[in-house]
Protein backbone atom coordinates (compact mmCIF):
# COMPACT_ATOMS: atom_id res chain seq x y z
CA UNK A 1 0.00 0.00 0.00
CA UNK A 2 2.66 2.64 1.13
CA UNK A 3 4.37 1.68 -2.06
CA UNK A 4 1.39 2.26 -4.29
CA UNK A 5 0.86 5.48 -2.37
CA UNK A 6 4.42 6.32 -3.03
CA UNK A 7 4.23 5.66 -6.92
CA UNK A 8 0.72 7.70 -7.16
CA UNK A 9 2.74 10.45 -5.66
CA UNK A 10 5.39 10.51 -7.81
CA UNK A 11 2.68 10.58 -10.96
CA UNK A 12 1.26 13.78 -9.58
CA UNK A 13 4.67 15.53 -9.33
CA UNK A 14 5.53 14.18 -12.74
CA UNK A 15 1.95 15.92 -14.21
CA UNK A 16 2.68 19.41 -12.97
CA UNK A 17 6.70 19.01 -13.18
CA UNK A 18 7.65 21.83 -16.17
CA UNK A 19 9.80 19.90 -18.64
CA UNK A 20 13.03 22.00 -19.63
CA UNK A 21 12.02 23.18 -23.23
CA UNK A 22 9.17 25.25 -21.74
CA UNK A 23 11.44 27.40 -19.71
CA UNK A 24 14.19 27.44 -22.86
CA UNK A 25 11.74 28.89 -25.01
CA UNK A 26 9.85 31.38 -22.41
CA UNK A 27 13.54 32.93 -22.33
CA UNK A 28 14.31 32.93 -25.92
CA UNK A 29 10.47 34.14 -26.66
CA UNK A 30 10.64 37.18 -24.41
CA UNK A 31 14.59 37.81 -24.41
CA UNK A 32 15.12 37.20 -20.88
CA UNK A 33 18.64 37.04 -19.72
CA UNK A 34 19.69 36.56 -15.79
CA UNK A 35 22.60 36.01 -13.57
CA UNK A 36 22.92 32.53 -12.27
CA UNK A 37 21.42 33.50 -8.77
CA UNK A 38 18.37 35.37 -10.30
CA UNK A 39 17.43 32.51 -12.72
CA UNK A 40 17.14 29.78 -9.90
CA UNK A 41 14.44 31.97 -8.44
CA UNK A 42 12.89 33.11 -11.84
CA UNK A 43 12.73 29.52 -12.72
CA UNK A 44 10.80 28.99 -9.37
CA UNK A 45 8.19 32.25 -10.29
CA UNK A 46 7.86 30.13 -13.53
CA UNK A 47 6.84 26.53 -12.39
CA UNK A 48 4.01 28.50 -9.87
CA UNK A 49 2.67 30.27 -12.80
CA UNK A 50 2.98 27.04 -15.60
CA UNK A 51 0.94 24.84 -12.79
CA UNK A 52 -1.62 27.67 -12.28
CA UNK A 53 -2.04 28.17 -16.24
CA UNK A 54 -2.36 23.67 -16.24
CA UNK A 55 -5.02 24.10 -13.46
CA UNK A 56 -6.94 27.00 -14.87
CA UNK A 57 -7.02 25.68 -18.53
CA UNK A 58 -7.78 22.21 -16.88
CA UNK A 59 -10.54 23.81 -16.02
CA UNK A 60 -11.93 25.84 -18.50
CA UNK A 61 -11.89 22.67 -20.68
CA UNK A 62 -14.48 21.18 -18.03
CA UNK A 63 -16.32 24.24 -18.99
CA UNK A 64 -15.94 25.90 -15.31
CA UNK A 65 -14.25 29.09 -16.90
CA UNK A 66 -15.21 31.39 -19.77
CA UNK A 67 -11.15 32.20 -20.56
CA UNK A 68 -7.92 30.84 -20.93
CA UNK A 69 -4.22 31.67 -19.85
CA UNK A 70 -1.06 30.92 -20.98
CA UNK A 71 2.66 31.62 -20.80
CA UNK A 72 3.42 35.25 -21.72
CA UNK A 73 6.16 37.83 -20.73
CA UNK A 74 5.20 38.09 -17.27
CA UNK A 75 5.56 34.56 -16.65
CA UNK A 76 8.65 35.00 -14.71
CA UNK A 77 6.99 37.56 -12.19
CA UNK A 78 5.40 37.05 -9.00
CA UNK A 79 1.30 38.48 -8.95
CA UNK A 80 2.51 40.97 -6.55
CA UNK A 81 5.91 41.78 -8.62
CA UNK A 82 3.47 42.85 -11.74
CA UNK A 83 0.87 44.56 -9.70
CA UNK A 84 3.80 46.74 -7.93
CA UNK A 85 5.24 47.00 -11.77
CA UNK A 86 2.12 48.10 -13.57
CA UNK A 87 -0.49 48.96 -12.18
CA UNK A 88 -1.49 51.75 -9.63
CA UNK A 89 -4.50 52.78 -7.73
CA UNK A 90 -6.37 55.58 -9.36
CA UNK A 91 -8.62 57.20 -7.11
CA UNK A 92 -11.51 58.94 -7.77
CA UNK A 93 -11.59 61.98 -10.23
CA UNK A 94 -11.74 65.54 -8.21
CA UNK A 95 -13.83 66.75 -10.61
CA UNK A 96 -16.81 65.38 -13.03
CA UNK A 97 -17.19 66.03 -16.75
CA UNK A 98 -20.67 67.10 -17.84
CA UNK A 99 -23.52 63.85 -17.88
CA UNK A 100 -23.86 61.35 -19.74
CA UNK A 101 -27.30 61.71 -21.72
CA UNK A 102 -28.81 58.31 -22.75
CA UNK A 103 -29.99 59.00 -26.44
CA UNK A 104 -33.21 58.80 -27.28
CA UNK A 105 -35.29 56.13 -29.38
CA UNK A 106 -31.65 54.32 -29.82
CA UNK A 107 -31.51 50.42 -30.42
CA UNK A 108 -27.70 49.35 -29.83
CA UNK A 109 -26.44 47.15 -32.67
CA UNK A 110 -25.57 43.88 -31.05
CA UNK A 111 -21.83 43.88 -31.92
CA UNK A 112 -19.48 46.94 -32.58
CA UNK A 113 -15.74 47.26 -33.15
CA UNK A 114 -14.40 50.76 -33.65
CA UNK A 115 -11.13 49.06 -35.14
CA UNK A 116 -12.98 48.12 -37.90
CA UNK A 117 -13.69 51.72 -38.66
CA UNK A 118 -10.42 53.10 -38.06
CA UNK A 119 -10.68 54.76 -35.01
CA UNK A 120 -7.87 52.64 -33.26
CA UNK A 121 -4.25 53.22 -33.55
CA UNK A 122 -1.97 49.92 -33.20
CA UNK A 123 -1.30 48.36 -29.87
CA UNK A 124 1.24 50.36 -27.45
CA UNK A 125 3.45 49.39 -24.83
CA UNK A 126 3.18 51.31 -21.00
CA UNK A 127 6.47 48.89 -20.30
CA UNK A 128 7.29 49.37 -16.72
CA UNK A 129 5.91 52.85 -15.75
CA UNK A 130 2.39 53.02 -14.03
CA UNK A 131 0.78 54.98 -17.41
CA UNK A 132 -1.93 52.76 -18.46
CA UNK A 133 -4.12 55.87 -17.26
CA UNK A 134 -2.37 58.48 -20.35
CA UNK A 135 -2.98 55.27 -22.95
CA UNK A 136 -6.51 54.95 -21.73
CA UNK A 137 -7.16 59.08 -22.21
CA UNK A 138 -5.12 59.27 -25.29
CA UNK A 139 -7.05 56.17 -26.89
CA UNK A 140 -10.16 57.57 -26.90
CA UNK A 141 -9.30 61.35 -27.97
CA UNK A 142 -7.34 59.31 -30.83
CA UNK A 143 -10.64 57.96 -31.67
CA UNK A 144 -12.29 61.07 -31.06
CA UNK A 145 -10.14 63.03 -33.25
CA UNK A 146 -10.40 60.86 -36.12
CA UNK A 147 -14.30 60.41 -35.73
CA UNK A 148 -14.22 64.54 -36.22
CA UNK A 149 -11.28 64.99 -39.11
CA UNK A 150 -10.99 61.84 -40.50
CA UNK A 151 -7.40 61.48 -39.88
CA UNK A 152 -6.38 59.04 -37.32
CA UNK A 153 -3.23 59.88 -35.35
CA UNK A 154 -0.79 58.47 -32.45
CA UNK A 155 -0.94 61.23 -29.75
CA UNK A 156 1.59 61.83 -26.97
CA UNK A 157 0.97 60.10 -23.82
CA UNK A 158 4.60 61.00 -22.65
CA UNK A 159 3.25 64.88 -23.25
CA UNK A 160 0.54 63.62 -20.32
CA UNK A 161 3.07 62.06 -17.99
CA UNK A 162 5.46 65.05 -18.19
CA UNK A 163 3.12 68.26 -18.05
CA UNK A 164 0.15 67.05 -16.59
CA UNK A 165 1.01 67.27 -12.84
CA UNK A 166 -0.39 70.26 -11.99
CA UNK A 167 -3.93 68.89 -12.63
CA UNK A 168 -3.44 65.77 -10.12
CA UNK A 169 -1.70 63.18 -12.47
CA UNK A 170 1.63 61.84 -11.22
CA UNK A 171 3.90 60.33 -14.22
CA UNK A 172 5.03 56.89 -14.11
CA UNK A 173 3.14 56.53 -10.67
CA UNK A 174 -0.05 56.78 -11.77
CA UNK A 175 -3.13 59.36 -12.92
CA UNK A 176 -6.22 59.76 -13.11
CA UNK A 177 -7.96 60.25 -17.07
CA UNK A 178 -10.44 62.91 -16.42
CA UNK A 179 -7.78 64.92 -15.25
CA UNK A 180 -5.76 64.42 -18.14
CA UNK A 181 -8.79 65.72 -20.56
CA UNK A 182 -8.91 68.66 -18.07
CA UNK A 183 -5.06 69.58 -18.68
CA UNK A 184 -5.36 69.23 -22.38
CA UNK A 185 -8.22 71.55 -22.34
CA UNK A 186 -6.12 73.91 -20.39
CA UNK A 187 -3.31 73.28 -22.27
CA UNK A 188 -4.82 74.24 -25.63
CA UNK A 189 -4.07 70.67 -27.19
CA UNK A 190 -1.45 67.78 -27.05
CA UNK A 191 1.47 66.62 -29.53
CA UNK A 192 2.02 63.77 -31.70
CA UNK A 193 3.62 60.51 -30.80
CA UNK A 194 6.15 61.80 -33.45
CA UNK A 195 6.66 64.75 -31.81
CA UNK A 196 6.46 64.07 -27.89
CA UNK A 197 7.69 60.06 -28.32
CA UNK A 198 7.06 58.10 -25.18
CA UNK A 199 10.02 56.59 -23.48
CA UNK A 200 8.17 55.58 -19.80
CA UNK A 201 9.77 57.35 -17.63
CA UNK A 202 9.28 60.53 -15.81
CA UNK A 203 10.63 63.50 -17.27
CA UNK A 204 10.47 67.40 -17.61
CA UNK A 205 7.97 69.26 -19.91
CA UNK A 206 8.78 69.57 -23.46
CA UNK A 207 5.45 70.88 -24.83
CA UNK A 208 5.44 72.99 -28.05
CA UNK A 209 2.47 75.18 -28.79
CA UNK A 210 2.88 75.33 -32.16
CA UNK A 211 3.31 71.24 -32.33
CA UNK A 212 -0.15 70.62 -31.01
CA UNK A 213 -2.31 67.86 -33.18
CA UNK A 214 -5.47 67.67 -30.98
CA UNK A 215 -7.45 69.53 -29.05
CA UNK A 216 -10.30 68.83 -25.98
CA UNK A 217 -13.32 71.09 -25.59
CA UNK A 218 -14.81 69.18 -22.90
CA UNK A 219 -14.96 65.75 -21.40
CA UNK A 220 -18.45 63.15 -20.83
CA UNK A 221 -18.83 61.07 -17.74
CA UNK A 222 -20.51 57.66 -18.17
CA UNK A 223 -23.29 56.74 -15.99
CA UNK A 224 -21.70 53.36 -13.91
CA UNK A 225 -24.24 51.24 -15.34
CA UNK A 226 -23.30 49.05 -18.34
CA UNK A 227 -26.29 49.90 -20.24
CA UNK A 228 -25.04 53.22 -20.49
CA UNK A 229 -21.89 52.59 -21.61
CA UNK A 230 -23.11 50.40 -23.92
CA UNK A 231 -24.56 52.73 -25.40
CA UNK A 232 -21.94 55.49 -25.50
CA UNK A 233 -19.26 52.60 -27.37
CA UNK A 234 -22.52 52.10 -29.94
CA UNK A 235 -22.94 55.69 -30.34
CA UNK A 236 -19.71 57.64 -29.73
CA UNK A 237 -16.41 55.87 -30.42
CA UNK A 238 -13.88 54.19 -28.10
CA UNK A 239 -13.91 54.91 -24.21
CA UNK A 240 -11.63 55.40 -21.75
CA UNK A 241 -12.47 53.16 -18.95
CA UNK A 242 -10.47 51.26 -15.66
CA UNK A 243 -10.65 48.25 -14.10
CA UNK A 244 -9.20 46.00 -11.23
CA UNK A 245 -5.97 44.08 -13.24
CA UNK A 246 -4.79 42.61 -9.93
CA UNK A 247 -5.07 39.36 -10.70
CA UNK A 248 -2.97 36.76 -12.10
CA UNK A 249 -6.04 35.50 -14.65
CA UNK A 250 -5.65 39.00 -16.09
CA UNK A 251 -1.76 39.13 -15.95
CA UNK A 252 -1.60 35.64 -17.69
CA UNK A 253 -4.50 36.17 -19.56
CA UNK A 254 -4.95 34.65 -23.37
CA UNK A 255 -8.26 34.05 -24.69
CA UNK A 256 -12.07 34.43 -24.01
CA UNK A 257 -13.94 36.19 -22.19
CA UNK A 258 -12.16 37.21 -18.94
CA UNK A 259 -14.62 36.69 -15.53
CA UNK A 260 -12.94 37.08 -12.40
CA UNK A 261 -14.84 35.72 -8.84
CA UNK A 262 -12.51 38.28 -6.98
CA UNK A 263 -12.49 41.38 -8.70
CA UNK A 264 -13.24 44.60 -7.28
CA UNK A 265 -15.55 46.69 -9.05
CA UNK A 266 -15.21 49.71 -6.92
CA UNK A 267 -13.53 52.82 -7.50
CA UNK A 268 -11.12 52.00 -4.33
CA UNK A 269 -10.15 49.11 -6.38
CA UNK A 270 -9.31 50.18 -9.64
CA UNK A 271 -6.21 49.88 -10.52
CA UNK A 272 -5.15 49.94 -14.12
CA UNK A 273 -6.89 52.02 -17.10
CA UNK A 274 -7.91 50.69 -20.58
CA UNK A 275 -9.99 51.76 -23.84
CA UNK A 276 -13.01 49.95 -24.82
CA UNK A 277 -12.99 49.62 -27.97
CA UNK A 278 -16.37 47.22 -28.89
CA UNK A 279 -18.70 44.54 -27.83
CA UNK A 280 -20.19 41.73 -28.90
CA UNK A 281 -21.44 37.88 -27.56
CA UNK A 282 -18.70 35.43 -27.90
CA UNK A 283 -19.38 32.59 -30.70
CA UNK A 284 -17.53 30.03 -28.29
CA UNK A 285 -19.09 30.49 -24.60
CA UNK A 286 -21.99 33.02 -25.98
CA UNK A 287 -21.05 35.05 -22.96
CA UNK A 288 -21.11 38.91 -23.74
CA UNK A 289 -18.39 40.70 -23.53
CA UNK A 290 -16.64 44.20 -24.11
CA UNK A 291 -13.82 44.41 -26.45
CA UNK A 292 -10.93 46.15 -24.58
CA UNK A 293 -7.36 47.64 -25.95
CA UNK A 294 -4.60 47.07 -23.35
CA UNK A 295 -1.42 49.05 -22.89
CA UNK A 296 0.81 45.90 -22.85
CA UNK A 297 1.93 45.25 -26.07
CA UNK A 298 0.97 42.85 -28.91
CA UNK A 299 2.77 40.37 -26.77
CA UNK A 300 0.33 39.64 -24.30
CA UNK A 301 -3.87 38.41 -24.41
CA UNK A 302 -5.26 38.47 -27.71
CA UNK A 303 -2.37 40.64 -29.68
CA UNK A 304 -2.70 43.08 -26.88
CA UNK A 305 -6.65 43.09 -26.67
CA UNK A 306 -8.93 41.24 -24.32
CA UNK A 307 -12.67 40.38 -23.70
CA UNK A 308 -14.32 40.89 -20.68
CA UNK A 309 -17.69 39.75 -19.25
CA UNK A 310 -20.63 42.60 -19.68
CA UNK A 311 -22.04 41.34 -16.85
CA UNK A 312 -22.41 42.34 -12.99
CA UNK A 313 -19.83 45.15 -14.23
CA UNK A 314 -16.97 42.65 -13.72
CA UNK A 315 -13.71 44.32 -12.62
CA UNK A 316 -15.42 47.67 -12.55
CA UNK A 317 -15.03 48.45 -16.07
CA UNK A 318 -18.29 50.69 -16.23
CA UNK A 319 -17.31 52.35 -12.76
CA UNK A 320 -15.14 55.51 -13.85
CA UNK A 321 -15.73 55.51 -17.87
CA UNK A 322 -15.29 58.49 -19.86
CA UNK A 323 -14.61 60.30 -23.17
CA UNK A 324 -13.64 63.36 -24.37
CA UNK A 325 -15.86 65.91 -26.63
CA UNK A 326 -13.11 67.29 -29.43
Not at 56 to 71: D, M, R, S
Not at 166 to 184: H, V
Not at 282 to 295: F, G, I
Amino acid sequence: MKLLLCLLGLLIVASVAIPNHEWETFKRTFDKTYTPGEEIYRLSVFEDNYKFIQKHNAEFAKGLHTHTVGINKFADFTNAEFVSFFNSNLGANITRGSTYLKPSNFQAPTEVDWRKEGYVTPVKNQVQCHSGWAFSAIGSLEGQHFKKFNKLISLSEQQLIDCSNGYGNNGCEGGIIDNSFRYIIANGGIASEANYPYNAENGKCKFDASLVAATVNDYIDVMSYSEDLLNDVATVGPISASMDATHASFMLYHTGVYHERSCNSTVSGLDHAVLVVGYGEDSDSSEPYWLVKNSWGTAWGMEGYFKITRKDNMCGIATLASYPLV
